[in-house]
């Protein structure tokens, strides 16, 4: 089993449409969660940080829920330049980076 | 700003070469790694260095060996490439300690293996 699995979609909204997708991960220990942002070829780079509580950074909701070992990116409002791919990070107890495969959003007008 | 910087971005190499992939940063970082990238499997770590000359094995380091000789730089080196190494390899860094500190990306060098 992964450590860390996404759908890879894709998702494929209009402009304006709200999205959201999970990411589940299998080591509780876990300790820090993130939401990455890749564009086609390009490097990967931080999203957001997903804190217990839940955050929000302008359009985009972060939730956390140990529980059930998932978190969740939720964008409103979507833009065209939302089209990406997001990567689920975990942060494991030896502090080093799980990845997941990715979802793929798509935009469009 | 954070730059991590690839030298060689796009690579063509035979199967039996040694190729070195160099990547630098110029934030005064203490960890720094590489990871290949495949479609479908995410990003995969290969090593790890926390400091000048150390390095840990990350989930994937046969094949490959890694270089740390001065903080800045950590190099990648395949001692006889194969055609299943071709991928996309991107070096990070990040500040040591623990759960805060982002981790910054070059920008990806695509070596293909022939």
């Known amino acids: 089993r992964k450590e860390v699995e996404q759908d890879p979609g894709p998702f494929n909204v209009p402009e304006g449409a709200t999205v959201a997708f999970n990411c589940t991960y299998s080591?509780?220990?876990?300790?820090?969660f993130f939401w990455y942002r890749q564009d086609c070829r390009k490097e990967p780079k931080l999203l957001m940080s997903?804190?217990?509580s839940g955050n929000e950074d302008g359009r985009f909701t972060a939730q956390l829920n140990r529980a059930s070992q998932y978190i969740s990116l939720l964008i409103r409002d979507s833009k065209l330049s939302d089209s990406a791919t997001y990567l689920c990070?975990?942060?494991?107890?030896?502090?080093?980076?799980?990845f997941g495969a990715g979802t793929t959003v798509t935009v469009r007008a | 700003d954070v730059k991590v910087t690839q030298s060689s971005r796009y690579l063509v190499k035979r199967t039996g070469e040694k190729v070195f992939l160099e990547c630098v940063q110029d934030?005064?970082?203490?960890?720094m790694f590489w990871y290949r990238q495949d479609p479908g499997l995410g990003l995969r770590l290969i090593y790890f260095?926390?400091?000048?000359?150390?390095?840990e094995k990350g989930d994937i380091p046969e094949g490959y060996s890694v270089s740390r000789e001065k903080k800045e730089r950590f190099s990648l080196i395949l001692e006889s490439a194969s055609t299943n190494q071709t991928s996309m390899y991107l070096c990070?860094?990040?500040?040591?300690?623990?759960?805060?500190?982002?981790?910054?990306f070059g920008e990806g060098s695509w070596l293909t293996v022939v």
């Open positions: 934030m005064d970082h203490e960890n």
């Open positions: 990070v975990v942060r494991r107890n030896d502090y080093k980076l799980s």
């Open positions: 990070a860094s990040s500040l040591s300690g623990g759960e805060g500190n982002t981790i910054y």
């Open positions: 997903v804190y217990s």
């Open positions: 260095s926390y400091d000048v000359k150390m390095k």
């Open positions: 080591n509780s220990a876990s300790q820090s």
